[in-house]
């Protein structure tokens, strides 16, 4: 390469088009989209190279915004990711707007991604990418008052000389437009974006950080419990698997009944290419009447389904369906899929009620998860405390959960759960408190998850003590809770003796909330 060769790279639209793509109707999460969807599509064309590469190769996409401290808005904004990079081959036509790939059967099939999303942004912004197994990075940088004033049609791009074998893309946007985000709507961002990639997250195709912040996806809990007409019947899972053809038109997934109560969780997900297109934010899920039901019916509180879609095309934003028409018809034939009679997903969505006792751990749940930070500071107690005794009165410390808490080979219900930290030898431990509706005993200790400093102490609702003593209060809770906790702290101690048991408890009981 000759340092005195200065390739350009084309732009041209007319300087008049660029000056208006702030307008373009967007939202921030599915602008940021359109960078993790390059990036994602790059790790998908060259993902046998870059493992061959690197063995345990993690493709990661991070955004990071650094924020006015006056306004509080992003002023500048930094997408990096590690994937293969723009190649010399695909590089000329990377930057030219309204240029479809060859192959637009991808993520990035409008070819207008990048640029669109940048300038949306900001009307500053520089590429730096260095491409796999190529020995050279290219840059380029687009200023829109210099494109404008000067009616541009092409760009420098700035060449160095680098290691064949890096791989990388970094988008530093500034300048920034009236569209940015205020940091105040950081934490719905996150969640719109963990939502849009569920698939690749749940997959662990991809690791996505925002400001720092390793994005996951929280599962939706589903409904077990026993038909409605039927309640001493057996408890069943209610989630129907769906792979449903319909003519050109297929849905794959699955459509289930939400364990509790949720507006912001009913409605369905539509899915496209392994990335959210409809339902990322919580108020944009789509409400088929013949799925869903009527509004405000417990049939629409209560059902929810994500479904991958093929043979529909997207808008060009990539947050709506085309063919709305034939999206309903394909609803309307899969209507008969999950009403059967063994399976009346519709009816049980209708008709199920809580019981009061899971009304009760509902309300202790949603108090203790929505109560102060203040009330939930991390509870420590002297784990010096010794005692006279020096015979155990513990069995071994099993890892795994006892058999007899698993009652006709049936995995204990859990109907609601919050956590708790706990501080044992200068280690914070999360002691996750479950009610859960089997079990032979009142509470056990399951320590499976132990190396990851989680301890869980499972309750039984069901259990015979709260039948003669009433249901589950705040105050038993407390005490059962304290208890597993202290059983556990003696043993780490390895003071595991019954006065060492009764030493913590009596100094965590002081400072439980419930």
Known sequence: MSENIMPTVSIAIGSMMYERFSDLPNTISHVFAEFIDNA???????????????????????????????????????????????????????????????????????????KTAALWLGESWTVTTKALNEGVERTISFNLNEVSANDLK????????????????????????????????LSKIKTELAS????????????????????????????????????????????????????????????????????????????????????????????PKCLSGSSGTFRYK????????????????????QDKENLDALMEALKGEIHTKEFDLYSQAEEYRLDD????????????????????????IDNNVKSNIVQSVFEPLNTEVENKHIVDNVIPIVIGEYDATYKIKDKNYTLKVQFVESGND????????????????????????????GKPSESNIAILKTIAIAKFTARESGEDTATDLFNNFNEYIKKTKV
């Open 357 to 380: 006792t899971r009304k009760l751990i509902k309300k202790i749940v949603t108090k203790y998860n929505s109560s102060p930070k203040d009330n939930r500071n991390v509870i420590t």
């Open 154 to 185: 092409e760009l420098p791009v700035e060449l160095k000389l680098k290691d064949k074998n890096n791989h990388y893309t970094i988008v530093t946007i500034t300048d920034t437009t009236k569209n940015v985000p205020a940091i105040k709507s």
């Open 40 to 114: 994602l599509q790059s790790y998908r064309d060259n993902n046998n190279q870059l493992v061959n590469l690197e063995s345990d190769f993690e493709l990661k996409v991070s955004i990071d915004i650094e924020w006015d401290a006056i306004n509080g808005r992003a002023k500048k904004i930094v997408i990096i990711d590690n994937a293969a990079g723009i190649g010399e081959s695909k590089y000329q036509t990377a930057f030219m707007p309204a240029q479809t790939p060859e192959n637009n059967n991808e993520l990035n099939e409008f070819g207008m991604g990048l």
């Open 302 to 321: 209560r059902t929810f389904g994500e479904l991958e879609l093929d043979g529909f095309e997207v808008s060009f934003n990539k947050n709506d369906i």
């Open 196 to 287: 849009i990639y569920r698939k690749s997250l749940r997959d662990k195709e991809m690791k996505l950080v925002v400001c720092g912040e390793e994005l996951t996806f929280v599962e939706y809990e589903i409904l077990t419990a026993p038909f409605a007409r039927t309640p001493n019947a057996t408890p069943i899972y209610w989630k129907k698997n769906i792979d449903f053809k319909f003519g050109k038109y297929k849905a794959k997934g699955f459509i289930g009944i939400l364990r509790d109560i949720n507006s912001t969780q009913n409605g369905f997900v539509l899915l496209r290419r392994g990335r959210v297109i409809i339902g990322a934010e919580t108020d944009g899920r789509y409400f």
């Open 442 to 469: 009142l509470f056990w200790v399951d320590v499976r998850q132990k190396n990851e400093n989680i301890i869980i102490c499972q309750i039984n609702t069901k259990h015979i003590f709260f039948q003669h003593f």
